[in-house]
T-cell receptor
Framework: SQQGEEDPQALSIQEGENATMNCSYKTSINNLQWYRQNSGRGLVHLILIRSNEREKHSGRLRVTLDTSKKSSSLLITASRAADTASYFCATDIKAAGNKLTFGGGTRVLVKP | KAGVTQTPRYLIKTRGQQVTLSCSPISGHRSVSWYQQTPGQGLQFLFEYFSETQRNKGNFPGRFSGRQFSNSRSEMNVSTLELGDSALYLC?????????????????FGSGTQLSVL
């Protein structure tokens, strides 16, 4: 089973609205990352939050991390049509080297 | 700086054949990871190579193998293809820290190779 589970699986909003998606995971982590994927292409890194951080901002993105609940949320403010994509959380479970475990993703549709 | 390059972009094979996919990481990146993406199983980790050595391995059968060359370029090979191997195969590179440093690293992904097994 996957380390991360994302909720909701799909989200449809109007341009200008905020989009919030959540990620839950099962084991202790080093960090949690969010990636975006446009229509079957490669993933693009959005933001990384370490296990000792609670909140992080990058432009219109805000990520929170609650290690006691083993959950994270990604908020996209003032969404644009170009934000239409699938969003994945990925956890680094303190293994040596790069071994990210991805959630199932949230498909976001931003309607103009 | 050029991004991660994967070739070929699309590939069609038949059951029982073998396939080799190629990945050129970003210049200076020493770690290359491979992921399989399917609608049913999502993104699954295959393996990671660092300095020509496999450093991590996912839960895939031995038909899936890989290697990394001295210039950090990597190839993965799938032998005796099955219908279920149809997937988008993604390669990702990262700088990879020196021993003793943290592993808070982001991955840079290529556009992937879409493999269809008929």
């Amino acid at each position: 089973s996957q380390q991360g589970e994302e909720d909701p699986q799909a989200l449809s909003i109007q341009e200008g609205e905020n989009a919030t998606m959540n990620c839950s995971y099962k084991t202790s982590i080093n960090n949690l990352q969010w990636y975006r994927q446009n229509s079957g292409r490669g993933l693009v890194h959005l933001i990384l939050i370490r296990s000792n951080e609670r909140e992080k901002h990058s432009g219109r993105l805000r990520v929170t991390l609650d290690t006691s609940k083993k959950s994270s949320s990604l908020l996209i403010t003032a969404s644009r049509a170009a934000d239409t994509a699938s969003y994945f959380c990925a956890t680094d479970i303190k293994a040596a080297g790069n071994k990210l475990t991805f959630g199932g993703g949230t498909r976001v549709l931003v309607k103009p | 700086k050029a991004g991660v390059t994967q070739t070929p972009r699309y590939l069609i094979k038949t059951r029982g054949q073998q396939v080799t996919l190629s990945c050129s990481p970003i210049s200076g990146h020493r770690s290359v990871s491979w992921y399989q993406q399917t609608p049913g199983q999502g993104l699954q980790f295959l393996f990671e190579y660092f300095s020509e050595t496999q450093r991590n391995k996912g839960n895939f059968p031995g038909r899936f193998s890989g290697r990394q060359f001295s210039n950090s370029r990597s190839e993965m090979n799938v032998s005796t293809l099955e219908l279920g191997d149809s997937a988008l195969y993604l390669c990702a590179s990262s700088l990879a820290p020196l021993p003793g440093q943290g592993f808070d690293e982001k991955l840079f992904f290529g556009s992937g190779t879409q493999l269809s097994v008929l």
